[in-house]
């Protein structure tokens, strides 16, 4: 991957599904994270009360500014997600038991992904972006959510709604309210426009 004119572009996360939507958008970047406890900050934000775009984007923000302060002259993209169902939040479940019992909560009903994306440089926040796309699951039982798990493996513990609308999440979605790239990880048009407006994606290449 290249560096830009300005200043090379880093992204601050190891998710494939963003890694491959910014390669297939022709984006030239590296890849670099820096150790975030996730599950300790969703904590805190619980405590203090604050909302699920509120939380999604802090969560976003603490990945790239660790990743800022150590490439002050790179933009760094953060992003992350939080799934709000029920006035309850989802993150990456932590096991294929915390997986089904997420489905469970979920089946037949309807929950926000709240997508969020940042841009850092020097160690201060440039840009940021959030969405939340509405995602319908349909009635699930038991023995669905079970062979539904066990076909889709270790990318059952990659998102927080347990799909991928991409592959194998199709068989448990009924509807989808929102952008697609939003519900796979990253608000990707709002970003793309970002980037234009700065050079650091070429006019022919976007």
Same mark, same amino acid.
């Given at each position: 991957m290249l560096?830009t004119?300005?200043?090379?572009?880093?992204?601050a996360?190891?998710?494939p599904?963003r890694?491959?939507?910014?390669?297939?958008?022709g984006i030239r970047?590296? *890849?670099t *994270?820096a150790? $975030?406890? /996730? /599950?300790a900050?969703?904590e805190?934000g619980?405590?203090?009360?604050?909302?699920g775009v509120?939380? #999604?984007?802090a969560? #976003? /923000?603490?990945?790239?500014?660790? $990743?800022?302060m150590?490439e002050?002259g790179?933009?760094?993209?953060?992003?992350?997600?939080?799934l709000?169902?029920d006035s309850v =939040?989802?993150?990456?479940?932590?096991s294929t038991i915390? #997986?089904t019992q *997420?489905?469970?909560a &979920?089946?037949?009903k309807t929950?926000?992904?709240?997508?969020?994306?940042?841009v850092?440089q020097?160690g201060?926040?440039? =840009?940021h972006h959030?969405?939340?796309p509405r995602v319908s699951i349909?009635?699930?039982?038991?023995?669905t959510? /079970?062979q539904?798990?066990?076909?889709?493996?270790d990318?059952? &513990?990659? *998102?927080p709604?347990?799909?991928k609308?991409?592959d194998r999440?199709?068989?448990i979605?009924s +509807?989808v309210?929102?952008?697609?790239?939003?519900?796979?990880?990253m608000p990707l048009?709002?970003?793309?426009?970002? &980037?234009r407006? +700065?050079?650091? $994606?070429p006019?022919?290449?976007?």
């Amino acid at each position: 991957m290249l560096s830009t004119p300005e200043g090379k572009i880093i992204l601050a996360s190891r998710s494939p599904a963003r890694q491959s939507m910014m390669q297939s958008a022709g984006i030239r970047f590296t *890849t670099t *994270t820096a150790p $975030v406890d /996730e /599950e300790a900050l969703r904590e805190a934000g619980l405590a203090e009360g604050i909302n699920g775009v509120d939380m #999604a984007t802090a969560l #976003a /923000e603490a990945k790239a500014l660790r $990743v800022s302060m150590m490439e002050p002259g790179a933009f760094v993209i953060g992003s992350d997600q939080l799934l709000e169902c029920d006035s309850v =939040w989802y993150g990456k479940p932590a096991s294929t038991i915390d #997986a089904t019992q *997420t489905l469970l909560a &979920l089946s037949g009903k309807t929950h926000q992904l709240i997508t969020a994306a940042v841009v850092f440089q020097g160690g201060r926040r440039i =840009w940021h972006h959030c969405e939340s796309p509405r995602v319908s699951i349909r009635n699930l039982d038991g023995d669905t959510i /079970e062979q539904y798990l066990k076909a889709l493996g270790d990318d059952a &513990l990659a *998102t927080p709604g347990i799909y991928k609308i991409e592959d194998r999440g199709a068989q448990i979605l009924s +509807r989808v309210d929102g952008c697609p790239y939003a519900v796979m990880g990253m608000p990707l048009l709002h970003l793309m426009a970002f &980037l234009r407006e +700065r050079g650091l $994606v070429p006019e022919g290449e976007a």
